[in-house]
T-cell receptor, first 115, second 116 residues
Framework: AQTVTQSQPEMSVQEAETVTLSCTYD???????LFWYKQPPSRQMILVIR??????QNATENRFSVNFQKAAKSFSLKISDSQLGDTAMYFC????????????FGKGTKLTVNP | EPEVTQTPSHQVTQMGQEVILRCVPI?????FYWYRQILGQKVEFLVS????????KSEIFDDQFSVERPDGSNFTLKIRSTKLEDSAMYFC??????????????FGEGSRLTVL
């Protein structure tokens, strides 16, 4: 069974600064996806960024980038130039490629961006 | 922008009562999911649904749970006889492609269920 661990229950950052959220996972699979989902207060969870395990290049989406270390089973999210709208719960998630439909989530990190 | 909508946003019920949580997925999506999050715990997969049948379910999704797409737009989760431990936030999600192909699910805001 896969597990996802987010070791930082809460983090805070000053506006315009950079913050890194940690995620580790455990799996015996070789083909899978990793995701970061963001859930602003009282809003839907939305996909921030996706990484395919067979791709060595780290995914980036504007101010969001990941550091994917497959051997270490680590998948951190870096948010550059933090904005007040980045305040949210951030969930790291795993999905096996092909076969199972389910996302396996971490417990989440509550990020607060301070003005 | 199209989004997944869920009703009710909060429901309080007595133990043993039946509850139906409703979801309207994004209109051209074909794959539907329910997840739940007990307070302070991880978001957990319950069930996936495609082509009018369950494609996968977790061990949590026992005989007390059922899903249905009664009219081509709604996607419902029914809990037949609620227990205290069913208290959680329930999230509906949908995707245009099979989740395992893209991984991108579109989630609703959630329905908070409180069982007394």
């Amino acid at each position: 069974a896969q597990t996802v661990t987010q070791s930082q229950p809460e983090m805070s950052v000053q506006e315009a600064e950079t913050v890194t959220l940690s995620c580790t996972y455990d799996t015996s699979e070789n083909n899978y996806y990793l995701f970061w989902y963001k859930q602003p207060p009282s809003r839907q969870m939305i996909l921030v960024i996706r990484q395919e395990a067979y791709k060595q290049q780290n995914a980036t989406e504007n101010r969001f980038s990941v550091n994917f270390q497959k051997a270490a089973k680590s998948f951190s999210l870096k948010i550059s130039d933090s904005q007040l709208g980045d305040t949210a719960m951030y969930f790291c998630a795993f999905m096996k490629r092909g076969g199972s439909e389910k996302l396996v989530f971490g417990k989440g990190t509550k990020l607060t961006v301070n003005p | 922008e199209p989004e997944v909508t869920q009703t009710p946003s909060h429901q309080v019920t007595q133990m043993g009562q039946e509850v139906i949580l409703r979801c309207v997925p994004i209109s051209n999506h074909l794959y539907f999911y329910w997840y739940r999050q007990i307070l302070g715990q991880k978001v957990e997969f319950l069930v996936s649904f495609y082509n009018n049948e369950i494609s996968e379910k977790s061990e949590i999704f026992d005989d007390q749970f059922s899903v249905e797409r009664p009219d081509g737009s709604n996607f419902t989760l029914k809990i037949r006889s609620t227990k205290l431990e069913d208290s959680a936030m329930y999230f509906c999600a949908s995707s245009a492609q099979r989740g395992a192909n893209t991984g991108e699910l579109f989630f609703g805001e959630g329905s908070r269920l409180t069982v007394l």
